[in-house]
């Protein structure tokens, strides 16, 4: 049982069930209920301490792999819960799982998301650069341009705010 054994994963299931759980959770604003439930499927997904990390790449991937969707979902739970530093490291492994399975829409998409978190940190600098990066590499992603022209309109520079 799940509850008498929390350590013990008996389903393969689990770790879907908490991650849907924690998307209904966000429908309710309960971030820290879905940062709960999401942490806990991402502590399911991961391999054991004991047991050696097993590489992205290769012919055969883990039996049960972390999925980058859930650490963007706790990425943005996080954020709207001001944890802005934790959110970025979910997106930046996002970012690297994303990229080490050729999904490059989805790891520009993550690494916008970190932007965000970094400008939520007040690291303004780095969160400019970053979305300079990320509409370099896929100019599709809108956000960042609507990010960039909002950061040039607060620093009054209309022509680049156009």
Known sequence: DFRRNPGKTL????????????????ELKEWEGAVEDYSRAISLWRPPPSTPDKPLRGNAP???????????????????????????ADY??????FLTYGELREASLSKANGAL????????????????AVIRKDPGVTDMHVALAAIYWNQGDVGRAE
Do not use: C, H, W
């Open 62 to 88: 883990p039996s049960r792999e972390m999925n980058p969707l859930v650490l963007n979902f706790r990425g943005n739970a996080l954020s709207q819960l001001g944890r802005y530093r934790e959110a970025l």
């Open 117 to 132: 978190a970094m400008y939520g940190d007040q690291r303004f600098d780095e969160a400019e650069t970053t979305m300079k």
């Open 11 to 26: 389903y393969v299931e689990y770790p879907d069930a908490l991650a849907k759980r924690a998307l209904a959770k966000e």
């Open 92 to 97: 930046r492994e996002a970012t690297d799982i």
